[in-house]
């Protein structure tokens, strides 16, 4: 049998404007997903919990041709049987589909011996992720793969971001799933209609990046903060942000955070929120559960150069 994990991944910093060349600032989460792979009689499959789906490569529905497309990046010519995990909600921006493609992937190339190094993991997992959305920028996949903070610029390798201080961070899942196919597609057609205007935004969006990196490595969470809100402003001009997304925005901020976002794809998904610690963030993640009723929960990120 051959085992293999995956982490999913939070955006602090640049999503959207991360598929047209600029950089954003991502973490890994410590839950992702994880998968277990033997060896197989007929045709190769893939069992996915919790959603109790089964799929074959020859089957028509995305997770099928995805599991296709990556057996044939891989070459795997003898079928296997995968049983899988994935502990993100699905479109919820936390990169639950690259999580799950590299725990699968990782778990065949256990079984099978193969050793890979991250690059070639990158290129058959985007394989797979374009299956679900057309033109990923990668970040899910490199962050899925390497965990950690990182600075990630599509097509170059990431670079580890090291902090002063660790960053609590609440996660708000709206529990609105939208496909993040969907609003790179709403972003696309903006950026077509109005190219200059749209140009501008992604590098005022880098610009924050920029600064939120240096704020991240200083352990400056009020400024890291002050980025999130106008990295969140840029966004929600985008028409990608949602009403309930907003609240759960709204209620972060008034209970103490020092900037909220939406995070990943948005359209739905989740939102994050940065506080000066962890007491902060517990507190932040009560009322959003309390006043909006949706579910949260603290992740600590870097901190590597604490101490
Ligand atoms: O919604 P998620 O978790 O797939 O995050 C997508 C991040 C985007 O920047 C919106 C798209 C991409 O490919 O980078």
New binding site residues.
């Given amino acids: 049998m051959g085992v293999g994990e995956a982490h999913g991944?939070v955006?602090l910093l640049g999503?959207?404007s991360?598929?047209y060349g600029r950089p954003?600032l991502a973490a890994g989460l410590p839950r992702g997903a994880s998968a277990r792979a033997w060896d197989a009689e007929g045709e190769s499959s893939l069992h996915v919990t919790p959603w109790d789906v089964t799929v074959t490569p020859s089957d028509e529905r995305s997770l099928g041709k995805a599991f296709g497309v990556m057996l044939e990046a891989a070459r795997v010519e003898r079928p296997v049987r995968i049983e899988a995990r994935v502990d993100l909600p699905g479109g919820s921006?936390?990169?639950s589909?690259?999580a799950l493609g590299v725990a699968v992937l990782r778990a065949i190339d256990a079984l099978r011996g193969v050793e890979r190094d991250d690059a070639s993991a990158l290129e058959v997992s985007l394989a797979w992720e374009r299956v679900f959305?057309g033109?990923?920028?990668?970040?899910?996949n490199a962050m899925s793969i390497a965990g950690g903070l990182a600075w990630y610029v599509r097509g170059e390798p990431i670079e580890r971001v090291r902090t002063r201080r660790a960053i609590p961070l609440v996660i708000g899942d709206s529990g609105e799933a939208c496909s993040?196919k969907i609003?790179?597609g709403e972003v696309a057609r903006q950026h077509e209609k109005n190219r200059e205007r749209m140009e501008k935004q992604f590098d005022a969006i880098a610009a924050i990046v920029r600064n939120g990196r240096l704020a991240a490595e200083q352990g400056d969470l009020k400024a890291l903060g002050q980025l999130f809100d106008m990295n969140q402003s840029l966004l929600a001009g985008m028409l990608i942000s949602t009403a309930t997304l907003e609240e759960m925005i709204g209620v972060a901020r008034a209970s103490g955070a020092y900037g909220a976002k939406l995070t990943?794809?948005?359209g739905g998904?989740c939102m994050i929120a940065v506080t000066e610690d962890r007491a902060g963030a517990e507190k932040v993640r009560a009322a959003i559960e309390e006043q909006c009723g949706k579910r949260a929960f603290v992740a600590l990120l870097g901190g590597e150069a604490a101490g």
Avoid: Q, R, W, Y
């Fill in positions: 991944k955006i999503e959207h991360v598929v954003a921006g936390l990169g589909s690259a959305h033109n990923p920028s990668g970040v899910d993040t609003t790179v990943g794809g948005g998904g």
